[in-house]
């Protein structure tokens, strides 16, 4: 079945960087039954992941390459979406067709652009919302990625950070409290390194979680692939992986209970320091070994990892 849904402006979905009741700013149109149209508007969107990234330095090239890669995400995910150079440039513009509607708006001195694009799934189970925005921040510029969802049915949802994340990580200058932002794991086998990582951890200018990794002396399984988890989260959160020469004088930096594990992922929360709630950066364990049947999936701790690190962007955000 398919879905068309509405979005008469971005600003109304997304005032202040939230999203607003649904059911008072939009219309949903179906083909067949409006049953779970109708159902779609008594539910409220639940936000499933927000990040803010921000560049090494402002300029209006890096504003612009921001926005010519969201417009290129649209186009490689949604080909029959076709946008003209000059709709792109305009303050104003909206269009929308089965399955999927787009939006953008600029503010009155150009200094805020947000992209809005509303898609229903193949299955019709939910509709998914994506709200990118562009931002001139004085000294650097930040961009913002929201992702919320309204569920038509009770079908499990699947949650994966949009590819323009990794498209803005893998050809911008991005920096997290000092730290470029990567789609790459960072290996820290020296005191060296693990000085760079502690201070990193530690950093009040740090906006993004980090993944801390171990392995145990006699092997080279960390729970989790680190170059898969990092390209997963990328713009979500930094991956780092240590090797048993420096893993264990982590918990003599930070406290026994925010130490390392083999085979386990700490998530060092931003704003992590001496005396911090260990809630807030809490320790997963991989219950899968290393040799166990191939019947298990591989690929179950990446995806609990990142559906963890996308819970904590929401609470983060929140709060």
């Not at 320790?283 to 999936?297: C, E, F, G, H, Y």
């Amino acid at each position: 079945m398919a879905w068309i849904l509405h979005v008469e402006d971005a600003s109304i979905f997304y005032r202040d960087f939230h999203m607003h009741d649904l059911s008072s700013h939009s219309r949903f149109a179906a083909t067949g039954s409006s049953a779970p149209a109708k159902q779609a508007l008594n539910v409220q969107p639940q936000v499933m992941l927000r990040t803010t990234l921000r560049t090494a330095h402002g300029s209006p090239a890096n504003r612009r390459n921001a926005r010519e890669l969201a417009w290129a995400w649209v186009r490689a995910k949604w080909p029959a979406v076709q946008v003209s150079p000059l709709d792109r440039e305009r303050s104003r513009f909206s269009c929308a067709m089965p399955g999927v509607e787009l939006a953008v708006s600029t503010n009155g001195d150009g200094s805020v652009w947000s992209m809005t694009v509303a898609n229903s799934d193949r299955a019709g189970a939910c509709t998914w919302m994506t709200r990118a925005m562009v931002v001139e921040s004085g000294e650097v510029d930040t961009l913002d990625v929201q992702t919320s969802c309204i569920e038509v049915t009770r079908a499990p949802v699947v949650l994966a950070p949009p590819r323009l994340l990794g498209m803005w990580v893998e050809r911008l200058d991005l920096q997290d409290g000092g730290v470029p932002v990567l789609g790459e794991a960072r290996e820290v086998e020296d005191e060296e390194q693990l000085e760079d990582f502690c201070n990193h951890v530690l950093s009040p200018q740090r906006r993004l979680p980090v993944i801390a990794l171990a392995n145990s002396p006699h092997s080279r399984f960390y729970g989790v692939d680190p170059k898969g988890l990092a390209e997963a989260v990328r713009g979500m959160a930094h991956v780092a992986f240590l090797g048993p020469q420096v893993s264990g004088q982590v918990a003599q930096r930070f406290g026994a209970e925010f130490g390392l594990i083999p085979t386990a992922a700490r998530i060092y929360g931003p704003g992590f320091a001496a005396g911090a709630d260990p809630a807030s950066h809490p320790l997963l364990r991989n219950t899968r070994r290393p040799n166990s049947a191939k019947a298990d999936d591989p690929g179950a701790f990446r995806r609990a990892l990142c559906r963890r690190i996308c819970d904590m962007s929401v609470t983060s955000a929140q709060g």
